[in-house]
């Protein structure tokens, strides 16, 4: 069963915009952490932001921020302000559980964002 | 700062062919683990440890073995290569942060072609 979910392929934005990625994942665990990474067209992975299951507030990271909505499970990427440099491929990523299972995640299909000038 | 070091970065094998990728961490991360990435996709896991001289199989581990002898080294072997492993393989290390987030860190990847 798939359980981290990106349903928007591509995605384009203009410069000096907001633009949302979405993440809808499954999981039975109560302890779990969401993931964001960017993968520009060079391939590294670029972590850009972490939430907690049991994070009460949205994280934030500059420009970057985590839409949580915990009861629809999703896990949303709000890039404000897009600069060129953000044209990337985004992947959404979960990690279940707690200690032992630190070391696995589970990975989205990924949304290629588009910056336009 | 080195952070993970993965070598080699392109590789092209033949058919049937041994090799072992490498993978190092100078962090002193507790978990180590390996991921692949086919052309559109997400990552995958491969295997992981949790710490030296325990290993466990992910996602997809078939055609892969792996050890772990120190904290610093994650080695991944492809026993005998076929085309279907042509991918991109990352490693990665983490840390439990002891506030529920996880700090990890990945390499800069191996690409691998199977001719």
């Known amino acids: 069963a798939q359980k981290i979910t990106q349903t928007q392929p591509g995605m384009f934005v203009q410069e000096k915009e907001a633009v949302t990625l979405d993440c809808t994942y499954d999981?039975?665990?109560?302890?779990?952490?969401l993931f964001w990474y960017k993968q520009p067209s060079s391939g590294e992975m670029i972590f850009l932001i972490y939430q907690g299951s049991y994070d009460e507030q949205n994280a934030t990271e500059g420009r970057y921020s985590l839409n949580f909505q915990k009861a629809r499970k999703s896990a949303n990427l709000v890039i404000s302000a897009s600069q060129l440099g953000d044209s990337a491929m985004y992947f959404c990523?979960?990690?279940?559980?707690?200690?032992?299972?630190?070391?696995?995640?589970?990975f989205g299909e990924g949304t290629q964002l588009t910056v336009n000038p | 700062n080195a952070g993970v070091t993965q070598t080699p970065k392109f590789q092209v094998l033949k058919t049937g062919q041994s090799m072992t990728l490498q993978c190092a961490q100078d962090?002193?991360?507790?978990?180590m683990s390996w991921y692949r990435q086919d052309p559109g996709m997400g990552l995958r896991l491969i295997h992981y440890?949790?710490?030296?001289?325990?290993?466990d199989q992910g996602e997809v581990p078939n055609g892969y073995n792996v050890s772990r002898s120190t904290t610093e080294d994650f080695p991944l072997r492809l026993l005998s290569a076929a085309p279907s492993q042509t991918s991109v393989y990352f490693c990665a290390s983490s840390y439990n942060g002891g506030d529920g987030g996880y700090g990890y860190t990945f390499g800069s990847g191996t690409r691998l072609t199977v001719v």
């Open positions: 990523a979960m990690r279940e559980g707690r200690e032992t299972s630190g070391s696995r995640l589970t």
């Open positions: 962090m002193n991360h507790e978990y």
């Open positions: 999981t039975s665990d109560q302890s779990y952490g």
């Open positions: 440890s949790v710490g030296a001289g325990i290993t």
